[in-house]
Each structure stands twice: as C-alpha cells, then as structure tokens.
C-alpha cells in the first residue's frame, strides 16, 4: 500500500452533453475523515459512485484501498473492503435489525446449498461467525437493544444508524457515507457523529454532507467542488472561509 486509501487523478464523467466531472484530482490518506462538499450539482455524488465502482469514469484514473476501481466490477469492489452507504436508507424494512444485519453476512458465507440443507459444519461455522459479527456491529452501533425490532418500526436517525451496521458486517476497510445526517435532528446528529468517530479507528471515511458543523466536527480535510470542478482541498475550516468556496455557496440553499 502507498499510504493513500484514495488516489485520483483527472477523474472525468460525461453523460451525453452534460460534464459532470471535469479532471478531479483527490488523495485521501488511509484513516482520514474527509468531506466532499459543494452546492447541489457538484458532482459529489457521481466522483462517490465512480470511487465505489458502481459507475465508470469517462478519462482519469482512480485507485481505491490499491484497486483500480475503474476496471472492476462494482461487487468486487465492495467484497475488498469498500463500502457504501445512500441518501435514502436501504434496508429490508420487514425484517428486524439483526435480521438485516445477517442477510448482509450471506455473500461472504464459504459453505455450499448442499451443506446449508444438510446443516454441515460449515453452514454451522459460517453461522457461528456472523451472529458473533452481528452482536458485535448491533453494539458498537447502538442497536443491541433494537435487534428483534424491525427495521421499519426505528426512528430516522436509528434506521440511518442500522445502515451503516449492515455496511460493518462486512468489515470494510474504507466507508462512504452520503448525505449521513440529512433530516436528522441534533441529538441523532450528535449520536451519528460519535458513531462515525468511534468506526473510524482502523478504517478511511470518505463523507458527502451539506451539514457543515457535522463536516467541521468530524473531517481533517475537505475537498470542495463546484460545477464538476475542484475548487480547494483543505481544512474544514480554511476551506470555508475560501473566497472561491464562500461566491460558489452564495444564493445557494448550502443546507437543502
Ligand atoms: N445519470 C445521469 N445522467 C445524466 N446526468 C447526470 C446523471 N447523474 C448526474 N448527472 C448530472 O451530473 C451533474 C452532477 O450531479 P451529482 O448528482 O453528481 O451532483 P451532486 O454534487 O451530488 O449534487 P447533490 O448535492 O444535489 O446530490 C448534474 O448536472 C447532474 O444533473
């Protein structure tokens, strides 16, 4: 490994006539905190999506945790170490928690059909790991008291919480989070910023987020973007203040 869980250099996607990324360059050090921010349109999401192999770039290079993300399938991607969470919440909602955290195990299960249907040592095994796994991601989490709950009975903030815990099953080595806190109130804010420092150890955190105070309270950089563009790359707080940053959020809504 180099030293950098991100590597990328003049990242291009076009779709049709639109650019929505014009030559982004990015380094994240491994086990940094970093914010992506810029007003809506940015291309946030998309540098994200090509990050995570879920969309192809149109020109420039990307390497991830030393993968080239670009060349790859998007489910090998995510089964070496890169995670994902979405806007909207994406669990079973009839399931319970600790069921959803489970269904995430199953693409790591080693045993065959034929050894599940036969209850063999390997099902057992595999069985055995994940609901040890479960326990563990339901209490860093805070969930451990929810897990027989389902999914769609937990306030906001929980389900968004519940998210995150399928992504730990799965132990990424690097974790993206988009728009985390939106439409959470302040004490689910303040919960999710604890829960994000606290998973942090031992793992990079790439975040898209228009909540400045919860990009300030957790990110040592930030690349700001604007129009397809980067526009600075720098402390929350020197990034801000950034004459170029400060005329490309004024009239627009930065907390939509
Ligand atoms: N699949 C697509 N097809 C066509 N245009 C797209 C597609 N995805 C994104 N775009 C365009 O690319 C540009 C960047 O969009 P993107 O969603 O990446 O911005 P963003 O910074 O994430 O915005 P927001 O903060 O609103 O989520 C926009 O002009 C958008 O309309």
Redesign the pocket.
């Known amino acids: 490994m180099t030293g950098w869980a991100v590597e990328a250099a003049g990242v291009e996607k076009r ?2 006539g ?1 650019t ?1 990324l014009k030559g982004v360059d990015l380094r994240i050090p491994e086990g940094a905190i970093h914010g992506l921010i ?10 994200f999506d090509i990050l995570c192999g879920i969309t192809k770039p149109s020109g420039g290079r990307v390497s991830v945790l030393g993968m080239d993300v670009a060349a790859l399938p998007a489910h090998h991607v995510a089964r070496r170490g890169v995670g994902r969470t979405f806007q909207r919440t994406a669990t079973f909602r009839d399931s319970t928690v600790r069921e959803n955290l489970l269904f995430a195990s199953y693409g790591r299960m080693r045993h065959s059909v034929l050894q599940r249907m036969a209850r063999a040592p390997a099902w057992r095994e595999d069985m055995a790991a994940f609901e040890t796994r479960a326990d563990a991601v339901l209490e860093t989490c805070g969930l451990a008291h929810l897990s027989d709950q389902p999914a769609a009975a937990l306030a906001y903030g929980t389900q968004r919480r519940l998210a995150v815990a399928v992504m730990l099953m799965n132990d990424p080595k690097i974790l993206f989070l988009d728009e985390p806190v939106a439409g959470m109130n302040d004490a689910e804010t303040a919960e999710f910023i604890a829960l994000v420092r606290d998973i942090a150890r031992g793992r990079t955190i790439v975040i ?1 987020e ?1 909540d400045m105070a919860a990009i300030g309270a957790l990110c040592s950089e930030v690349l700001v ?1 604007v129009d ?1 563009a980067q526009v600075v790359s720098d402390t929350p707080e020197r990034a801000l203040a950034h004459p170029d940053v400060v005329a490309a959020y004024l009239g627009t809504d930065a907390d939509d």
């Open positions: 779709y049709g639109v929505a810029g007003p809506n349109g940015a291309g946030k999401s998309t540098l898209v228009h973007m397809g």
